[in-house]
């Protein structure tokens, strides 16, 4: 005969079995749904730091314009057929340019002209945060009405990585909207660092200037700053290589890091180390292989949130490092014609060695902020050591 206390174990392991699941179920959506109301909060906060760039007092007719502009899309093109598909994307992404340029104004039609590539690229950050917030809900309506344990469990795994990501969106949209260089200014930044004038805008958004660098003449060429941009950088090594006879090439951009490497560590390579959907990097690599021509590079290591937050001062003091990098190339090359390339957002960068110290003054209070941040952390730690210590 079964004891007492044996079926009460039976009674509760059949319980378990037929609730657990969903007990197991609730408790993830709770946790996915209180991550998803701190994602919209992201959101929300990105959009007023949008508009906050763009008037002190946003009236109720912005706010609505932005929201609806929020839903904003691009179609890829039909790549069937590979042949072309390169003038494809470059259209559709001009294409895209232009929207957000009207739509920056339709926001403000009096807006300056200088305002308006931080504001469009602002805008991008604001976007970036919307849509990791939808498709996250997405995902948590998705799960609830099919009541999927699998949908749920994998949506938990890759949640934190995505509250990373929209968290660093945030911060992104009040750099970008204000001018602030960002980790992925580091390539315009010691490109301008061997500039001693801002030069001529080759194609749009890109400018070069001719100068010196160990007694060689060196065409040194960046986005146009200190304005957030990215320029068609691409299209500008085509034309100089074309116009100039460029024989050597030294391109500078900053790049992701693998876990336990340093943050601005600096690295060398070859090849054109130029991210994004690859239609600049395509025009820069079908130039060099028809021509021959050697490209060096230098990266300067990062992880992936770092390249789109505030510039941390372990990425800026790299450009020392960086410079002699350059400054030895050039000097063993013997290339006639020598290009460097500062590939990156200018963010806060401007087009001269005289304007980087201001690039430093613009980050002097995010550099205390993150300096106190590690302290709290650094002090955490050692509390909780100690405290450990002491229970031992």
């Known amino acids: 005969m079964l004891m007492q206390g044996d079926i009460w174990s039976f009674l509760f392991f059949v319980l378990l079995f037929i609730f657990g699941p969903k007990l197991y179920m609730w408790q993830m959506m709770y946790k996915l749904e209180t991550d998803m109301k701190k994602l919209e909060g992201y959101a929300k906060k990105a959009e007023s730091i949008l508009l906050k760039r763009v008037s002190a007092k946003p009236t109720k007719e912005m706010r609505d314009k932005l929201t609806h502009f929020m839903d904003f899309f691009i179609t890829e093109p039909v790549n069937l057929d590979p042949a072309g598909i390169i003038n494809k994307l470059d259209f559709v992404i001009n294409e895209s340019e232009r929207k957000f340029e009207e739509f920056a104004l339709e926001l403000d039609p009096k807006m300056k002209k200088d305002a308006i590539p931080n504001v469009m690229m602002g805008m991008k950050g604001a976007f970036g945060a919307m849509q990791i917030f939808k498709i996250v809900r997405h995902f948590i309506i998705m799960t609830k009405k099919t009541n999927n344990l699998q949908f749920a469990m994998i949506l938990q795994m890759q949640l934190p990585m995505l509250m990373k990501i929209a968290k660093a969106q945030v911060k992104a949209t009040r750099a970008l909207a ?205 509390t909780w050591w100690k405290g450990g210590s002491a229970s031992k």
Do not use: C
Not at 189 to 198: E, G, V
Not at 286 to 301: R, W
């Open 178 to 382: 204000n001018g602030i260089p960002i980790g992925d200014t580091i390539g315009p930044l010691i490109a301008a660092s061997f500039k001693t004038k801002d030069g001529t805008e080759i194609v749009k958004d890109v400018v070069m200037s001719e100068e010196k660098i160990e007694g060689k003449k060196v065409f040194v060429m960046k986005s146009k700053g200190p304005e957030s941009r990215l320029g068609q950088q691409g299209e500008g090594v085509k034309r100089v290589i074309a116009k100039h006879k460029i024989d050597y090439i030294i391109a500078i951009d900053a790049a992701a890091k693998m876990e336990g490497e340093k943050t601005g560590s600096v690295a060398e390579g070859v090849g054109v180390p130029m991210g994004g959907v690859g239609v600049q990097r395509f025009k820069i690599e079908e130039s060099i292989t028809d021509k021959k021509i050697p490209v060096d590079a230098i990266i300067i290591k990062q992880g992936f949130v770092e390249a789109s937050i505030p510039m941390k001062k372990s990425i800026f003091d790299s450009i020392g490092p960086a410079r002699d990098l350059v400054s030895k190339y050039v000097k063993k090359s013997k290339a006639k014609n020598i290009l460097l390339v500062g590939v990156g957002n200018t963010a806060g960068a401007g087009n001269t060695k005289a304007t980087v110290k201001t690039s430093a003054d613009l980050l002097s209070k995010d550099w205390a902020a993150y300096a106190k941040k590690k302290k709290e952390e650094a002090d955490k730690k050692k």
